[in-house]
């Protein structure tokens, strides 16, 4: 026997990790029996319909926030669950 009798073994490593990486691309992937929608799918578009009507304006403002925000009072956006007597 040589000394490269163990060569084998070691390639198996790289090997079995790039069968290992194929099977789970595979497996999570399922390329080939996923829904192609965009081939399989007909979509028809139609026209957009709708207005654009100015209802509001306001120019200049220096305000950084909103009037009634809640950032800050945490307990009034947070709600504690109760737990339910089992009995």
């Given at each position: 026997m040589s000394d490269d009798s163990g060569l084998w073994l070691l390639s198996l490593g790289p090997a079995g990790a790039a069968g290992l990486y194929w099977a789970l691309y595979r497996f999570y992937r399922n390329t080939d029996k996923s829904h192609a929608f965009e081939h399989e799918t007909a979509v028809e578009a139609k026209p957009v319909t709708g207005s654009d009507h100015k209802i509001n304006e306001i120019k200049g403002t220096q305000?950084?926030?909103?009037?009634?925000?809640?950032?800050?009072a945490y307990r009034k956006?947070?709600?504690?669950?109760?737990?339910r007597d089992p009995g």
């Amino acid at each position: 026997m040589s000394d490269d009798s163990g060569l084998w073994l070691l390639s198996l490593g790289p090997a079995g990790a790039a069968g290992l990486y194929w099977a789970l691309y595979r497996f999570y992937r399922n390329t080939d029996k996923s829904h192609a929608f965009e081939h399989e799918t007909a979509v028809e578009a139609k026209p957009v319909t709708g207005s654009d009507h100015k209802i509001n304006e306001i120019k200049g403002t220096q305000q950084t926030r909103i009037n009634g925000d809640n950032v800050r009072a945490y307990r009034k956006r947070v709600r504690r669950l109760r737990r339910r007597d089992p009995g």
